[in-house]
């Protein structure tokens, strides 16, 4: 099972995303090999508003929807940040006080660690800290 990060997800879906191509080649890549993938509700709710705000309300939509065929089609699976992940993010976000990170990309920490996942389709380095690969 491979995480996606918001990173990915906005590169697939902006076609003027300086990594829409490479997140082209690589997510038909995975589904070539029928990879299972997992994102969150945080990573859903950080891309939707960030396509809503600086692409377009219908790229918004159009992303939303993808990811209920995605999730429907049993291909993608999205996990809730609950209670105790959301405790484990707040550890993390802690912990990096020098890194330039987000909360979401604590959270996104959190549930690789707790899903025991090692690689991520994302253009974000900072998965690395966490000895997360990079899926390319």
């Not at 994102?39 to 859903?44: A, E, P, S």
């Not at 993808?66 to 912990?95: N, P, S, W, Y």
Request: aromatic letters at 12%; charged letters at 25%; one cysteine or more.
């Amino acid at each position: 099972m491979i995480f996606v990060d918001s990173g990915a997800w906005i590169a697939l879906s902006n076609q003027t995303d300086q990594h829409h191509k490479d997140a082209l080649a690589v997510y038909n890549d995975l589904k070539k090999e029928k990879a299972r993938l997992l994102t969150t509700d945080y990573v859903i709710d950080e891309t939707t508003t960030w396509l809503r705000y600086r692409v377009s309300h219908p790229v918004a939509i159009k992303f939303l929807d993808h990811i209920e065929r995605t999730e429907g089609a049993d291909v993608l699976t999205v996990v809730t940040v609950d209670k105790t992940l959301f405790q484990e993010a707040k550890r993390l976000f802690r912990q990096y006080d020098s890194a330039n990170l987000s909360f979401t990309d604590c959270t996104c920490f959190a549930v690789c660690q707790a899903h025991k996942l090692s690689e991520a389709f994302a253009f974000d380095q900072h998965f690395m800290m966490e000895g997360i690969t990079l899926f390319r």
